[in-house]
Each structure stands twice: as C-alpha cells, then as structure tokens.
C-alpha cells in the first residue's frame, strides 16, 4: 500500500527529497504522514499532513523538513533540508494514525 522512495547516502547540509506512492484505500480523504525509524529505536512520527493540507512537526526536523501532498497522484512527499547525521534512518510513510501494513521503506543516510 505504501511505496517509499528517494533516500540514499548523502553529506551533512545536503537535501533529499523522497516520495511515497499510496494505494488501496481513499488517500484524498486521509491524513498522511512520515515516520521514521534509527536504530535501536521507537519509529516515530516526524511529519503528517491532514487531508486538507494542515501539516504538524516532530521539533527534531521542523523548520528543516516540508510535509506536501498530491492528491492526484496518490504520493506524499517530504522534503528535508539542512540534513544532519542524527537524521539517518529508514524513512515510512503511512496514514495518520498509521494502517497496520508498512512499506519497505528507504534508508536515509548522512554522513561525511
């Protein structure tokens, strides 16, 4: 249901911008958001967007990440700034409260 896409390696103060493609449910009508997951750790809830674009942030990336959607295509994006090292994680996307189904993911990781 859900496809994530756009991580990679890359260095501190870089920009990455990833993707995640829904399907199978009503996506114009539901709020979205990003989680992510360190290692060792909790995945936690970073960004979400409402279904008419009313956006909310983790303190950890606000100010740095954007939360948008598209409707049409069925995707949500994030758009993530003045990345850290402390940023590196496995990035989801999910309905906002999450569906019991996850993607696979993509990995995110900043480093020099």
């Known amino acids: 249901q859900f496809a994530e896409t756009g991580g990679g390696l890359v260095q501190p103060g870089a920009s990455l911008r990833l993707s995640c493609v829904a399907s199978g449910f009503d996506f114009n009508m539901r709020s979205m958001a990003w989680y992510r997951q360190m290692p060792g750790s909790e995945r936690e809830l970073i960004a979400g967007?409402?279904?008419?674009?009313?956006?909310k942030y983790a303190d950890s990336v606000s100010g740095r990440f954007t939360i948008s959607r598209d409707n049409v295509r069925n995707t949500a994006y994030l758009k993530m700034n003045s990345l850290l090292p402390e940023d590196s994680a496995d990035y989801y996307c999910?309905?906002?409260?999450?569906?019991?189904?996850w993607g696979q993911g993509t990995r995110v990781t900043v480093s020099a």
């Open positions: 999910n309905r906002s409260p999450p569906s019991a189904v």
């Open positions: 967007i409402t279904n008419r674009d009313e956006v």
